[in-house]
């Protein structure tokens, strides 16, 4: 890693935010457009996809926390719902919120 002075350092996390907000875009369009969407996860999957052990899925869905369904007698969850689920939790950066008071914006 390079060594950055102070002054660098707006422009540094200018550059980065700019990349996150590039990748996060391309994520979309990807989760958005691929088939697999369509398929159904079962827990163990959605627990990889999330990133979280199996046993705290299963306290989140029995306290109605993230959205999933039953088939028969299995958990099911949508990958778009996990990725809507994730992206609730998001938190803005400095500089969206920055942007959103310049517009007048009102935060939730």
Not at 29 to 35: F, G, H, I, Y
């Amino acid at each position: 890693m390079t060594g950055l002075t102070f002054d660098q350092l707006p422009n540094a996390v200018a550059t980065m935010l700019h990349k996150m907000e590039s990748l996060e875009q391309r994520l979309m369009q990807l989760l958005t457009s691929s088939p697999a969407d369509d398929r159904p996860m079962g827990v163990t999957e959605a627990a990889e996809f999330l990133g979280i052990p199996k046993n705290t899925l299963y306290g989140m869905t029995s306290r109605r926390e993230i959205l999933c369904f039953k088939a028969g007698k299995h958990l099911k969850f949508r990958r778009k719902d996990l990725w809507d689920w994730v992206m609730e939790g998001r938190q803005e950066t400095a500089a969206q919120i920055q942007s959103a008071a310049r517009k007048g914006v009102r935060r939730a």
